[in-house]
Structure formats: structure tokens, C-alpha cells
């Protein structure tokens, strides 16, 4: 899977955690305000609204005219919200972006920002089951509407379907052997709890435990959130919402995501390109990608945020075509 993530967020000791008393961080704050363009009148939407850091900034650009649509699928969001008319909080997944849009009869945008992951809040909540630092039972749900949590997936899931889950999520090296290991533990051992579920597989650890349990968790996280699959239902609505000269920004926090946004970006589609020397098929992207590299946390932002550590901004304009 190419070059191995950064430790996790999750990982950090608990001395680099969040102030519990702050919801979340926005990370590359004035690279995304910068980076988006905003235009005082327009139409922009915030994917991932959290504690409303992103979406506090572009609110602080408009002007009266313009709007700010903001969507989290987790109910606690909604404390964040400011007391601003020119703001629509809808409590759903990003991957229903266009249609309820289409609802609140906006047909077009002019922004769209995607701070993707998990908040610190949501970290630091312990009973949430995100973290490796307390014992909760394991959920890891970010709508907690929905019914699978990730103890349903270890206690159901087949070996290989755990297999290709942790080597393809979670980058894990003996991901074989772990999947074996609790389809083995779990005949006899309940894993109901993240202690519970950490003691069934600590023997076959590799490498430092907390990197090696962030890994882990940060896969199970992604299939109980289906987070790659909302993550591409997403970036194919882009380009039928963005206005002409609109921009996305996407922030990612491990390879998997980076690897799908940067694709994407550069060939408006997630299809390999035809090698066949015989077929002359012509893939037209209405994406200019503005970010070459990506950026990331400046070293003052990482003092101020360790959990910042792995971000990558990426950012595309939507062109106009001829």
C-alpha cells in the first residue's frame, strides 16, 4: 500500500490530547480560508462541520448575502452551531451532499470544504469507543443512528473479510495473523470492550503497541463509517455542484484518503487509465488541481496541535469548460 501512515492522532500520549474543553481543532485554518477563495455572496458547504472552526472562518467572509450549508452525521455537532441565519446544519453523511442540497433548493456552490477523520472531541469522548486510551465498548459509530459498530464487525466479520479490512485500512503488517486471532479469541473470549478486544490480540502485536493499535482501530474505524465509500460518492457529486472558478479543499489524515483525493483531483475519476495502445479514449476532467503537493502543518501548528501531524490540505478548482 505504499509508504506506511503517520502514527495516528489516537496514538498521541496523554499529555499531547486536546484541551477537553475544546471540540476540535480546525486544522490548516488559513490555508483552506486562503485556498477556497471565497467570494462574499456565495454559496459554500462545510462536509464536515464539527465544532464549526472551518465554518466559523467563512462565515466571517461573507457578507449578508452569502450562505453556508454545514453537514455532520454526529448529533453533538449541533451544540457548535452559531446563532447565524445565514447557516443550514444538516445532521447527515456528506455522501448525500447533492440530493440534499437539491432540497434546500441549491443547485450550486461556490466552495466546498472536507476536514475528514475523526474530531478531537470524538476522541476524547471516551464511551464513543474511538480511542485506545479508555476502556468503552467498542462502537467507534459517528452516527450513532446507524446499528453496525466494530464490535459487530470483529465478532461477525469472516477471517478474510478481516484480513482485507486491516491490511487495506490499516496499513497492518501481520493484518493474516490478526484477523486469525480473533475469529480464534472471539469463540471464547467476549470482546464487547476496547480493553476486552486489546488484551484478545496483544501476543500477536508488532512494533510499538500504541502505533500498532491506532493502525488497527483506524481500520475498523473506516469500515464501521464506511468512510472511503462516502469519501468517492462525495468527490463524483464535485464537479455537478461547483460554479465555474468554485474550489474544494479536502483535509486527509492517512495515505488511503490522500491517495483517493489526489487522484481524483488529477483525472476526475477513480478508473486506472486505459494502458491499451488500441483504445484512444480521451477522460475529461472539469478539476484543476491548485495544490501541486500538498500542504501541511506548519511547524508552529504542530506545536499548537500535535494532532495535526499527519494532515494533507489538497485543493481543486472547478474549470470552465468550452
Excluded at 486536546?18 to 477556497?36: A, C, F, M
Excluded at 497492518?172 to 479469541?185: E, Y
Aim: aromatic share 8%.
Amino acid at each position: 500500500m505504499g509508504k506506511k501512515n503517520k502514527i495516528p492522532a489516537d496514538s498521541l500520549s496523554p499529555n499531547q490530547s486536546i484541551n477537553p474543553s475544546q471540540y476540535h481543532i480546525p486544522v490548516l485554518l488559513e490555508e483552506v480560508i486562503d485556498g477556497l477563495n471565497i467570494h462574499p455572496a456565495g454559496t459554500y458547504v462545510d462536509c464536515t462541520f464539527g465544532g464549526g472552526g472551518h465554518a466559523k472562518a467563512i462565515l466571517e467572509r461573507l457578507n449578508e448575502k452569502g450562505k453556508l450549508v454545514a453537514f455532520d452525521q454526529d448529533e453533538d455537532a449541533k451544540k457548535n452551531l452559531p446563532g447565524d441565519g445565514r447557516i443550514i446544519f444538516l445532521q447527515y453523511n456528506f455522501r448525500h451532499l447533492q440530493r440534499l442540497l437539491r432540497l434546500n433548493n441549491i443547485t450550486t456552490v461556490d466552495g466546498i470544504i472536507a476536514d475528514l477523520g475523526v474530531s478531537s472531541y470524538q476522541f476524547d469522548k471516551a464511551e464513543r469507543g474511538f480511542s485506545t486510551r479508555y476502556n468503552a465498548d467498542l462502537d467507534m459509530r459517528m452516527d450513532q443512528r446507524q446499528k453496525l459498530t466494530a464490535f459487530n464487525i470483529v465478532t461477525s466479520y469472516s477471517e478474510q473479510q478481516l484480513h482485507k479490512m486491516f491490511e487495506q485500512y490499516g496499513e497492518v503488517t501481520n493484518a493474516k495473523t490478526l484477523a486469525r486471532t480473533i475469529v480464534q479469541q472471539r469463540e471464547t473470549t467476549s470482546l464487547k470492550t476496547i480493553e476486552a478486544f486489546k488484551n484478545a490480540i496483544r501476543e500477536i502485536v508488532k512494533g510499538n503497541p500504541n502505533r500498532y493499535f491506532a493502525q488497527v482501530f483506524q481500520a475498523l474505524r473506516i469500515e464501521v463509517n464506511d468512510e472511503t465509500g462516502a469519501l468517492k460518492e462525495m468527490l463524483q457529486q464535485v464537479t455537478g455542484l461547483l460554479n465555474a472558478g468554485g474550489r474544494i479543499a479536502v483535509i486527509t489524515f492517512h495515505s488511503l484518503e490522500d491517495r483517493l483525493v489526489k487522484n481524483f483531483f488529477r483525472r476526475g475519476t477513480f478508473d486506472e487509465p486505459e494502458e491499451n495502445p488500441f483504445i484512444n479514449s480521451i477522460q475529461v476532467n472539469e478539476l484543476k488541481v491548485i495544490t501541486r503537493k500538498p500542504i501541511i502543518p506548519s511547524a508552529e501548528e504542530l506545536k499548537r496541535n500535535p494532532r495535526s501531524a499527519s494532515a494533507k490540505l489538497r485543493i481543486a478548482e472547478k474549470i470552465m469548460m468550452v
